[in-house]
């Protein structure tokens, strides 16, 4: 996979393969990823900035958010899917990125 990536070929990871491109994954204690996306995957909050609690695992269509910075997916595997549009997730570990 690190060869993959450093050939500058597309890679995707869902669910765990998601968490092994990351620097760590703190699903199952803290278990070292492959460090190919800066940052780590931690267990969503049960509560928010506001003390309203969260059901987890998270489970329902909630919209897909563009990082600050971007204006859209394209060169990205959702190009052509709108920002804000609504997708079905079922998790309870959210991705951290550094940037």
């Given at each position: ?14 669910c ?15 278990t ?14 049960t ?6 609690r ?22 990205t ?23």
């Amino acid at each position: 996979i690190k060869e993959a990536a450093v050939r500058e070929k597309p890679v995707l990871g869902i669910c765990v393969g998601m968490q092994m491109l990351f620097d760590v994954s703190h699903e199952f204690g803290e278990t070292p990823g492959l460090g190919l996306i800066a940052g780590s995957v931690s267990r969503i909050p049960t509560v928010n900035d506001r003390g309203e609690r969260y059901k987890i695992p998270h489970i329902g269509w909630s919209p897909l958010c563009l990082p600050r910075g971007c204006n859209g997916w394209g060169g990205t595997p959702l190009a052509g899917i709108d920002p804000g549009a609504e997708v079905y997730f079922v998790h309870s570990y959210a991705a951290q990125p550094v940037n």
